[in-house]
């Protein structure tokens, strides 16, 4: 399951496209590159019999966007006299 990770983490390495470019993806891509490492990770994890799930291998894409972790933040308004 870390050899499907890495490889699918090597696999989004900008590098492959400009050799003069950053080995590993930039930061502000991180929650995309994340799941598509989770899914790797998930689809060996069936492969392998270890995922503890009853899902297909082609299920986990889907599966993993609908169970991925998004902030949702709520709206504050500064009230200058602290009334609020």
């Known amino acids: 399951m870390i050899i499907a990770g890495t490889q699918r983490l090597a696999s989004l390495s900008p590098a492959l496209n400009n050799p003069d470019d950053a080995l590993l993806p930039d930061f502000?891509?991180?929650?995309?590159?994340?799941?598509?490492v989770a899914i790797a990770v998930a689809e060996q994890a069936i492969e392998e019999g270890n995922a503890g799930v009853d899902w297909k291998k082609e299920e986990v894409r889907e599966k993993a966007i609908e169970k991925q972790w998004r902030p949702m933040y709520g709206t504050y308004v500064y009230d200058p006299n602290g009334d609020k």
């Not at 502000?28 to 598509?36: K, S, Y």
């Open 28 to 36: 502000g891509d991180a929650p995309a590159i994340n799941l598509e």
